[in-house]
């Protein structure tokens, strides 16, 4: 388990949560932007992990020592409800919500329909990864009953916001490389969809979390800094 800089990942105090990754390897979503790798994918090479998957409970038993509450995001580098992940190790981490209910935990995954299959613990919040209009109908939150957000992140097109009633928090962010954002005439998010994005949130009353990046290629975007699970609905962090 470590700090993290994710800005949306928060500690009650607004110091930074964490992450812990308890499986590891090569992810099969193969994500590929314009060229662009997942930034977990470039990671991993850096640093030369292995593919394979691989099982780190000690991981779980970080979280379980930490008595402080923190806001952990569990599985920053591997999408943990992939279909190819069995579900004992799935479940090992589920039961970790329930035992360790003074924390908050962040799951994001791009294979929702996952969640149904387990009895998760109130202290999570349900993410799911949205690049573009046509990945909309992976969103079955009227099944979840459960704190959930949506990652545009990136964004890479014109989105019309689905179930609008059952979403409780949504995350905007630019294709980046190296950590910096790229143009939109090199593929990356268009101000447009960004302002659209907002604008359907706010019309719904959902709380919107806009990413630095995108600020740093329009910084006239309206300023959205919301972290519910804090009870941050709008403003700065």
């Given at each position: 388990m ?10 009650q105090?607004?110091t930074?949560?964490?992450?812990s ?15 662009v ?49 069995d ?7 589920i039961?970790m ?12 995954t791009?294979?929702?329909?996952r ?12 993410g ?30 014109e ?5 609008s009633?059952?979403i ?25 969809w ?32 919301a972290i ?5 609905e709008?403003?700065?962090?």
């Open positions: 470590n700090k993290t800089k994710i800005e949306w990942c928060k500690n105090d607004l930074n949560g964490f992450t990754n308890p499986i590891k390897g090569k992810c099969h979503h193969n994500c590929i932007w314009h060229g790798e997942c930034y977990a994918e470039t990671i991993r090479k850096r640093y030369g992990w292995s593919a394979c998957l691989a099982w780190h409970p000690q991981e779980l038993e970080a979280i379980r020592k930490r008595k402080k509450p923190a806001t952990i995001f569990v599985g920053s580098m591997y999408d943990i409800f992939g279909d190819w992940v579900r004992e190790l799935i479940q090992s981490i039961n919500t329930h035992k360790e209910r003074r924390h908050t935990i962040l799951f994001l791009k294979n929702p329909k969640y149904t299959g387990f009895r998760i613990a109130r202290n999570a919040w349900l799911i990864t949205i690049t573009k209009s046509e990945e909309n109908n992976k969103m079955i939150y009227s099944s979840f009953n459960h704190n959930n957000f949506v990652s545009y992140e990136p964004l890479l097109g989105i019309k916001v689905h179930d009633g059952l409780n928090w949504v995350i905007i962010g630019s294709l980046n490389k190296a950590g910096k954002p790229i143009s939109p005439e090199k593929g990356g998010t268009r101000k447009e960004a302002l659209s994005l907002i604008e359907q949130a706010d019309k719904y009353n959902i709380p919107v979390f806009v990413k630095s990046e995108l600020y740093q290629l329009y910084p006239d975007l309206p300023m959205r800094k519910p699970y804090l009870g941050i709008r403003g700065r962090v």
